[in-house]
């Protein structure tokens, strides 16, 4: 069975680096899209050239940033076609390891979803749990929990691919954060259902209420949320000049004015 997740322990010099560049893509500091010269990130960051290209490297792998032919190296982009695309893929793999895990699972299994959902839901019970989105330990502690629940479906491979695309739904959830408040529940009741129903080994309910959980983004992203998404992103990605917001910014407008003809749903849109 594999180990329940918990901070990575850094040992090298270029997982130190490559763990910095990952969160910063992961924060929105570093944009999508963006250029990434090895000069300017070393005198950023402050390490040599070496660590920077090996952590670069590394990230490709993990599909945070692309390679350019010759030209060096940007941030993946954001779109919302891409955030469709990586939502059916996590649901694939997601739902594909949890069965296994469910005929696999030993009482070390269950124990380690227990002990993961009780982790996560003391963040839920603070005063200050709305703020809590974007942090470090909250991000550990939800990814830990929905680690917990495929732990044992005896495949390193599905367990490495999930935890890939874990990061990459999380970084839309930030950037679309940076653009509009998310709407979050108070409480961790739909954490606390997706535990219940996968102790219990019911594999049709655990499939069927894990695909719901993981896709609520986009069942509750109509045509014309669509057209809000992509302008949130590129406002996200692309800054624009002083001259030239406004049109970005009617652009914005344009896409909420249509949203709002049709049934609201945003309380459920952006839950990764």
């Known amino acids: 069975m594999s180990k329940p997740i918990a901070a990575p322990v850094l040992s090298t010099l270029s997982e130190r680096v490559t763990e910095e560049l990952r969160l910063a893509i992961l924060s929105g500091s570093i944009l999508p899209g963006a250029k990434l010269r ?3 990130l070393s005198q950023q960051f402050g390490y040599s050239a070496t660590p920077i290209r090996e952590s670069l490297n590394r990230l490709i792998a993990g599909g945070m940033v692309q390679a350019i032919g010759q030209r060096g190296f940007r941030v993946e982009p954001a779109s919302y076609d891409d955030l469709a695309d990586l939502m059916d893929t996590r649901e694939f793999v997601a739902v594909k390891a949890l069965r296994q895990s469910i005929l696999r699972g030993d009482s070390a299994w269950v124990s380690n979803i227990d002990a993961t959902l009780l982790r996560l839901s003391r963040f839920y019970r603070k005063p200050v749990a709305r703020s809590l989105e974007g942090s470090y330990e909250f991000d550990l502690a939800h990814k830990a929990f929905h680690h917990a629940l495929i732990a044992a479906c005896g495949s390193p491979r599905l367990l490495q691919i999930n935890s890939v695309l874990n990061d990459q739904a999380y970084r839309y959830r930030l950037l679309l ?60 990605q692309q800054p624009a000049a002083v001259g030239k917001r406004s049109t970005r910014s009617t652009r914005l407008a344009t896409a909420d004015s249509s949203r709002k003809r049709l049934k609201a749903r945003q309380g459920d849109a952006v839950v990764l």
Do not use: M
């Open 38 to 40: 090895v000069e300017d």
């Open 177 to 236: 954060a940076k653009s509009r408040p998310l709407e979050r529940r108070e409480d961790n009741t739909h954490h606390e259902q997706l535990a219940r129903v996968v102790v219990a080994r019911d594999i049709k309910g655990a499939c069927a209420t894990l695909r719901e959980h993981l896709r609520k983004t986009l069942t509750a992203i109509d045509a014309a949320d669509r057209l809000v998404v992509n302008a949130r992103l590129e406002l996200v």
